[in-house]
DNA sequence: TTTATAAGATGACGAGTGTAATCTTTAGTA
DNA sequence: TACTAAAGATTACACTCGTCATCTTATAAA
């Protein structure tokens, strides 16, 4: 390695960065590679000393937006009380700055249809990814064993991901508020209530 | 009109019901107009005798998405006993069949993230097409008035679209059945129990 | 039967895409 | 200091896309 040698692991880095966002934020083809590259204050010639080619970075861009989600989940669960945490992440979840905020939010949200069209072997890679992310935030589930906790979290977290991105896709900004308080009071109820007795 | 007086409008519905189909399948820019038109069994030259553009036709496949997804619900709640009535359309969305058939399925489980990203004016009048969507699927939920149940609806619908789409990301069949099957007992127990009563 | 008009087919255009080959620059090594 | 291997820039290519101008065909009206 003549150039030095944190140089190509930054760059690298700051290329999933901006794929991870803009791919939330546009969709993995709203921007092309030259377009990421510039995001990341490149030139798209050097993207092949990167990756081998698109479908590379997507899974790679996917995997950081999940690691980035459970990062703030986790981060605002430690912050709130004892027994209020789950509470604290719906919350946070079903809020409008997680509805404003796609390419910093949650994939599921964002790509989940995207992903669910993409080859077999593209899924079960971002598959190996999202169960990485259920058992980070399994621990703030209700549940008397793992069993348990990951049958509730696979219908928590894809049901507010489909409220989300309603919510996303409607105009009236009152209409927005009022979906995800409802879904707000409903998943406390059903969720977060038993677990904080 | 020097052509047959129903021609046109027998095919401005083939290209309509193809497109419907194919961007729930593949997403709206998964085929070209050029692609679209050969399913409808025309050449892409004539389609801007129809449309002035993709995003026209876009709105209308997207409402065409709604009206057959609606109808399918609302017939089999036909065939369903009183009382079991959400609880047949809970089972009938939450079904292997509707994961295996996103292109004649609901438009929020493949579209609802695209949406989300179209321009204010699109959104707008697909919002539109959604209330009415709702309106026709209302009677079946449960609540006092329309208020509360246009608000279950509005947990309900979004939360189950989310779920469908996550199954569909993934790839194991087993785990795909398994979410199914406890966001099936999830949303009977949490909608349709007291609606029987 | 002729004519007018609109539907549909053909071909082409410019813009944008992913990818690759080929330069140029960088800094660690000899 | 000279050399070399790798990162990044430049340029190019084949391809697809939405759109449009133009041509052909079909049929209702005269």
Redesign the interface.
């Known amino acids: 390695m003549r150039y030095p040698v944190e140089q190509k692991a930054e760059t690298h880095d700051r290329i999933i960065e901006a794929a991870a966002r803009s791919f939330r934020?546009?969709?993995s083809?709203?921007q092309g590679v030259a377009g990421l590259m510039k995001e990341a204050g490149l030139t798209h010639g050097g993207f092949y000393r990167h990756f081998t080619g698109k479908d590379d970075l997507y899974v790679d861009a996917i995997a950081r937006g999940f690691q980035q989600t459970a990062d703030k989940m986790i981060m605002a669960a430690a912050r709130a009380p004892h027994g209020e945490q789950l509470r604290t992440i719906i919350e946070r979840y079903l809020s409008m700055e997680h509805l404003e905020d796609?390419g910093g939010g949650c994939v599921?949200?964002?790509?989940?249809?995207?992903?669910?069209?993409q080859r077999?072997a593209v899924?079960?890679r971002?598959?190996a990814v999202?169960k990485s992310y259920r058992e980070r935030l399994l621990p703030f589930l209700p549940g008397r064993d793992d069993a348990e906790k990951r049958?509730?979290f696979?219908?928590l977290?894809?049901?507010?991901?489909?409220?989300l991105?309603?919510?996303?896709?409607?105009?009236?900004p009152a209409?927005r508020k009022?979906?995800l308080s409802?879904?707000r009071r409903?998943y406390i109820s059903?969720f977060a209530q038993q677990s904080s007795r």
Chains 1, 2 share one sequence.
Do not use: K, Q, W, Y
């Open positions: 934020e546009h969709g083809e709203g796609p599921l949200s964002t790509l989940a249809a995207e992903i669910a069209r077999p899924r079960a971002i598959n999202m049958c509730r696979m219908v977290f894809p049901s507010m991901a489909g409220v991105m309603t919510a996303r896709a409607m105009t009236d209409a009022e979906i409802a879904a409903f059903a």
